[in-house]
């Protein structure tokens, strides 16, 4: 404004309220782009340090190996504790990751607290996985992180303005896409014989199970193969291969929504007949830490979605260790749960449907954001 001030004869702006308000619009997306720009400059020259050698430092180099275009570079690694000051004076990190797989009498307290009075971030490598990846390195999950975190517990607030958001999509969308779902039964009766819907015994809220219906897209079976969807790629109709390409095939969870079943964002619901199993992966997942637990519940602590933060990272499983991969995302959404969340899932998953691509819904492969095997059990029908 000072600079528009010494430009502009001062009879034109005194008096002009449209004027003085385009340039207080002008000069804050300046100001935002300034700050972004900033930002990018600071993450070019982020020098990663990695204290300790377990299995989760390890990721943490590949992932950020895989991402280049975040700017960090791995600067070294500390295997002895007793080398870090040495090492942290050689390297000069920006952020230390502290990956140590017995913390117990070998974190060496000093050099990292002399680094957090320099500046040097001081990270656990659980974070900066998380960070990185957008999902939850379940193996390194403790009880208490759990019991005592404020994370895990959604508001108030959210549960409301999530479950209003949904409630009033769904009436809506069951109007005005009244005319769409009415052709897509008909498609369906002329393309094969057999029921219009497809419907499942899922797990819903605090593990009830509840009966969620979607379009049928394959010929009818007295039993299927299994739950994974690569065994029963053979059975799917002509109409429910286009049905599943633009996830058509879920409008009917609208009135999931509408019973209070589902909301429109969260976990996808596992069918009722693959819980015992992910119970088990889960506890098993977590006996890595040195305990059994049985994190599994947390993921029925809150509705399951049409939509969620795992399907526009990942598409299907067709393996039980994909389908953790997925439970890990879905873990990341139970810990920062917000509208704003959902909004941004909500957003994505629009812009996956109407593209007719990827990693969103129960089908497809993984999305652009991460192109390595994907995840989901339950589209056998």
């Not at 385009?22 to 997306?29: C, D, S």
């Not at 295997?79 to 952020?95: F, K, M, V």
């Not at 899922?202 to 009830?208: F, H, P, S």
């Not at 065994?231 to 633009?246: A, E, H, M, S, Y």
Request: charged residues 25%.
């Amino acid at each position: 404004m000072s600079i528009v001030y010494s430009l502009v004869p001062q009879t034109q702006l005194d008096g002009n309220p449209l004027v003085a308000s385009l340039l207080v619009l002008v000069g804050f997306l300046l100001g935002l782009r300034l700050c972004h720009g900033v930002r990018r400059l600071r993450h070019v020259s982020e020098r990663v340090l990695i204290l300790g050698g377990n299995p989760l430092g390890r990721q943490i180099i590949e992932e950020i190996e895989r991402r280049p275009q975040l700017g960090y570079a791995v600067v070294g690694v500390v295997e002895n504790s007793e080398d870090l000051g040495r090492t942290i004076e050689a390297t000069r990190p920006n952020r230390i990751v502290v990956a140590l797989a017995e913390r117990r009498g070998r974190l060496p307290l000093n050099p990292l607290l002399e680094s957090r009075a320099r500046g040097i971030l001081v990270e656990d490598a659980a974070e900066t996985y998380e960070r990185l990846t957008g999902k939850l390195a379940l193996e390194a999950l403790s009880p208490s992180s759990v019991i005592f975190s404020p994370d895990f517990h959604p508001s108030r607030l959210h549960l409301a303005l999530s479950r209003a958001l949904s409630l009033l999509a769904s009436v809506i969308g069951l109007i005005v896409l009244a005319p769409v779902l009415s052709l897509i039964v008909l498609l369906i009766k002329l393309d094969s014989r057999g029921p219009v819907f497809f419907v499942q015994e899922r797990v819903g809220l605090c593990g009830r199970s509840f009966r969620l219906i979607k379009f049928r897209t394959m010929h009818p079976v007295s039993r299927p193969k299994s739950e994974w969807e690569r065994d029963n790629c053979d059975r799917i109709t002509r109409v429910g291969k286009w049905l599943r390409r633009f996830r058509l095939d879920e409008l009917p969870q609208l009135v999931n929504v509408l019973r209070g079943d589902m909301n429109l964002a969260g976990p996808r619901p596992h069918p009722q007949t693959n819980l015992e199993l992910m119970i088990l992966a889960v506890r098993n997942v977590s006996e890595l830490s040195g305990e059994a637990i049985p994190y599994y519940s947390l993921r029925c602590s809150v509705r399951p979605g049409i939509t969620g933060w795992a399907q526009i990272r990942y598409g299907y499983a067709n393996t039980l260790e994909e389908e953790m991969e997925k439970i890990r995302y879905d873990f990341y959404y139970l810990k920062h749960m917000s509208f704003w969340l959902d909004l941004q899932i909500l957003f994505e998953t629009v812009r996956i449907v109407l593209s007719g691509g990827s990693g969103s819904g129960d089908a497809g492969g993984p999305s652009t954001r991460d192109r390595r095997p994907v995840t989901h059990l339950g589209r056998a029908a």
